[in-house]
T-cell receptor
Framework: DAGVTQSPTHLIKTRGQHVTLRCSPI?????VSWYQQVLGQGPQFIFQ???????GRGNFPDRFSARQFPNYSSELNVNALLLGDSALYLC???????????????FGSGTQLSVL | KNQVEQSPQSLIILEGKNCTLQ??????????LRWYKQDTGRGPVSLTI?????NTKSNGRYTATLDADTKQSSLHITASQLSDSASYIC??????????????FGTGTRLTIIP
């Protein structure tokens, strides 16, 4: 079975540009979460989506947005890129639902974004 | 503010030796504590998940302990192998007002195994 897949694997952008990152969850997983990991730090939570609805949002500016599609894949969009947005962006899927807990997260390999 | 602190920041040990990584947290209301292994440039991979009532959980050569009273956890690696070289991240889950879990990640311990 395929794991969580993210595309692209690497991306180079310049300040002010926008970027779209894509994630396909494991088959059967309805929850997708996005994380930003700056070099040397732990991942920081950005968004969680379940059944196409936003279920959680971290402390990120409105330049960051996301959505989930009917097939449960997801996109993370970042507008007006800043140098500080350079990071590894991780997507994770799980079988989480509103009545469950302790669900194991399965992470993709991430998209390495470099903003010049 | 929910926080997860890990120590040491980095550790170098000889292949075959044991080691213990530490995690202290101030997260509430507590749901569970997780340990992840992250190879460089890859996504984290789950090692263990422990709830409030679990004191210890093993996954092969990895054994995690949890003391919910002192809010401390440890990850013990037995008979280390070169493939254990990675960052080990402690993650604590808290219940949010929306009924889902909010995860707080530590900054990780960078473990290097040398032959």
């Amino acid at each position: 079975d395929a794991g969580v897949t993210q595309s692209p694997t690497h991306l180079i952008k310049t300040r002010g540009q926008h970027v779209t990152l894509r994630c396909s969850p494991i088959s059967g997983h309805k929850s997708v979460s996005w994380y930003q990991q700056v070099l040397g730090q732990g991942p920081q939570f950005i968004f969680q989506y379940y059944e196409k609805e936003e279920r959680g949002r971290g402390n990120f500016p409105d330049r960051f947005s996301a959505r989930q599609f009917p097939n449960y894949s997801s996109e993370l969009n970042v507008n007006a890129l800043l140098l500080g947005d350079s990071a590894l962006y991780l997507c994770a899927s799980s079988t989480w639902g509103p009545t469950t807990g302790n669900e194991k997260l399965f992470f993709g390999s991430g998209t390495q974004l470099s903003v010049l | 503010k929910n926080q997860v602190e890990q120590s040491p920041q980095s550790l170098i040990i000889l292949e075959g030796k044991n080691c213990t990584l530490q995690c202290n947290y101030t997260v509430s209301p507590f749901s569970n504590l997780r340990w992840y292994k992250q190879d460089t440039g890859r996504g984290p991979v789950s090692l263990t998940i422990m709830t409030f009532s679990e004191n210890t959980k093993s996954n092969g050569r990895y054994t995690a302990t949890l003391d919910a009273d002192t809010k401390q956890s440890s990850l013990h690696i037995t008979a280390s192998q070169l493939s254990d070289s990675a960052s080990y991240i402690c993650v604590v889950s808290a219940w949010s007002n929306f009924g889902n879990e909010k995860l707080t990640f530590g900054t990780g311990t960078r473990l290097t195994i040398i032959p």
